[in-house]
């Protein structure tokens, strides 16, 4: 029990990144590998403000502001130049690894490379859940994690804006054809996504304190989730983090203390062999069942 | 004299250095149905295309009811000057049908009263999508998907209708069901260029044709005036 709760507590943080990655992905199919970064630029902007003596929680609304800021100015950077070029262009790998070495090395030359407090609010208080034990924060995060998932697909599929974020992920000449400013939109993707990992960070800051190189570890444990997940659908992400997290603190549990560390890796490296298209293309034979289940008789011609 | 609904004059448009089309001159007068035919690699889709803004190399004049639109962004063509039914009809096919047909309306979306008159005018014209709104555009029959298209297009109340081979690759009945729409939509005066490998169809849909062949426009005709000889002449040009 307390592994599975420790495990979707962390997981939680690994899935927002997740999603962060998803999102960004889904509308533009480029990968933002500075997506780890933008939570440390997450924590770091939240811990500067509450050191300046700001109330926290604006601290906190501020960290994630500025992650979604400079998840927006990657895109208009970074990602926008190189497919403007050519649209076919894999340069953006280079480009947001280069913004993610930039946000690193920035980080650390404006507020220094050690780690640094971080406002604690909610680890004080412990939640009792049958025998495991949760900080108020844990059981926080694990809550908006699932909440910020719901929404976001409840916002993809039910209003105009996301169903439009879904038509460009299709198809995005078209929908240019039917009036969407596709920059915008994608420039709006990559805010959200780094809004996403903003949160992650304020919500993981408590523990790690604030560090300019948190984005290696949270960056590549979200992208492993993405990996776990798969791309087809951003809260899918969310699964694959909540999942990473939960057999990263078995692997702490039975193997080695240190486990986690390395065992993404060795999810990744299993799951891209059994089933390479994510954790969801198991459930793609039903839907495709029950789409041709609906699908009128005689439907073609 | 009123502005044409489309008025292109010395259009060259292509990809990358090589011009696909050459010094093309094409009017669409409003409420006018006009059929654009040529063999295949004529440069058909491209002048559709280029109308819409997707073709990023054009020049000369393209202008829809007086504007000129040849330096505009193609998501502002989209906005009630253009709306085109693209090649293979290119539907958000995961994605409900009513979906599909509001997408078509995102620049009016802040006029909720417009957009569902336009949605109730896409149901009169095809009743059967009513009773399918919330299905997945993928699970439709191709002539179904056909009429999702065409309803998209007219969602965003356009100056000019654009359609490419709407009754490519469809069964006879929907070939039918497809033209009769295209009637229809010539009867209420709307101002139409269609691209129509079949003859007999763009002759019988259609006010005026031209026949694009290399680039370049190879005839242009009233189609009342283009008998069986006519179809003859077409017929050669289409090889
Ligand atoms: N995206 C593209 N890039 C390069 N050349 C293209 C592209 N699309 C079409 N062409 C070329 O432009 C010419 C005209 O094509 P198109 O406009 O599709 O003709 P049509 O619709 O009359 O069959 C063809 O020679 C085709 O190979
Ligand atoms: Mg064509």
């Not at chain 1, 770091?44 to 926290?56: E, I, K, S």
């Not at chain 1, 601290?59 to 070029?85: D, E, N, Q, S």
């Not at chain 1, 997290?245 to 390395?262: F, M, P, R, V, Y």
């Amino acid at each position: 029990m307390q592994v599975l709760l420790s495990g979707l507590a962390i997981g939680a943080i690994y899935g927002l990144v997740a999603m962060g990655f998803a999102i960004a992905f889904y509308v533009t199919r480029v990968i933002n590998f500075a997506e780890g970064q933008l939570l440390m630029v997450g924590v770091m902007v939240a811990a500067w403000f509450a050191r300046t003596g700001l109330d926290p929680w604006i601290a906190i609304v501020l960290g994630i502001l500025a992650a979604a800021a400079v998840g927006a100015v990657t895109y208009l950077v970074a990602v926008r130049p190189v497919l403007a070029f050519d649209r076919f262009s894999f340069a953006w790998l280079v480009s947001t690894l280069g913004v993610a070495l930039i946000l690193e090395n920035g980080a650390a030359l404006v507020w220094g490379p050690t780690s640094r407090s971080f406002p604690a609010l909610l680890t004080g208080t412990s939640v009792h859940v049958g025998s495991a034990t949760l900080t108020l924060q844990e059981v926080v995060t694990i809550g908006v994690a699932i909440a910020a998932a719901i929404g976001f697909e409840l916002y993809r599929r039910r209003t105009l804006f996301g169903k439009l974020g879904m038509a460009i992920a299709h198809d995005p000449e078209m929908a240019t054809a039917l009036g969407a400013n596709t920059v915008l939109v994608a420039t709006a993707a990559f805010a959200l996504a780094g809004a996403f990992a903003g949160l992650a960070g304020v919500l993981i800051g408590p523990i790690t304190y604030s560090n300019p190189y948190l984005g290696d570890t949270y960056g590549i444990a979200g992208f492993v989730a993405l990996m776990i997940g798969g791309t087809s659908r951003p809260a899918a992400a969310m699964a694959g983090g909540l999942l990473l997290g939960i057999l990263g603190e078995a692997a702490n549990k039975l193997i080695d203390t240190q486990a986690s560390d390395w065992f993404p890796f060795v999810v990744v490296v299993v799951m891209l062999l059994v089933l390479p298209e994510g954790l969801l293309s198991l459930a793609a034979p039903f839907r495709r069942a029950v789409r041709r289940a609906r699908a009128p008789a005689g439907a073609t011609g | 004299m009123s502005a044409n609904a489309l008025d292109l004059r010395g259009l060259r448009a292509g990809y990358g250095r090589y011009d696909v089309l050459r010094d093309v001159d094409l009017q669409v007068a409003p409420g006018e149905a006009v059929g654009l035919l040529g063999p295949n690699g004529a440069g058909k889709t491209t002048l559709l295309r280029a109308v819409m803004g997707l073709v990023k190399h054009r020049t000369g004049v393209i202008s829809i009811a007086g504007t000129d639109v040849v330096r505009m962004p193609a998501h502002k063509i989209a906005r009630g000057l253009a709306a085109l039914v693209p090649e293979g009809r290119r539907l958000f096919v995961d994605q409900p049908i009513e979906d599909n047909l509001l997408l078509g309306a995102l620049h009016l979306r802040r006029d909720k009263a417009r957009v569902s008159e336009l949605l109730e005018s896409v149901y009169a014209l095809f009743p059967v999508l009513r009773d399918v709104r919330n299905r997945p555009a993928g699970a439709l029959s191709g002539g179904q998907q056909q009429m999702v298209a065409i309803g998209r297009m007219l969602m965003s109340d356009p100056t000019v209708l654009l359609l490419d081979e709407p009754s490519l690759g469809l069964a006879p009945i929907a070939i039918g069901e497809v033209a009769e729409a295209l009637e229809r939509l010539r009867e209420e005066g709307r101002s139409i260029l269609v691209v129509e490998q079949r003859v007999d169809l763009a002759l019988r849909m259609c006010d005026r044709i031209y026949v694009l062949a290399g680039g370049e426009v190879a005839l242009e005709e009233q189609a009342r005036a283009l008998g069986e000889d006519g179809r003859a002449l077409i017929d050669a040009y289409l090889g």
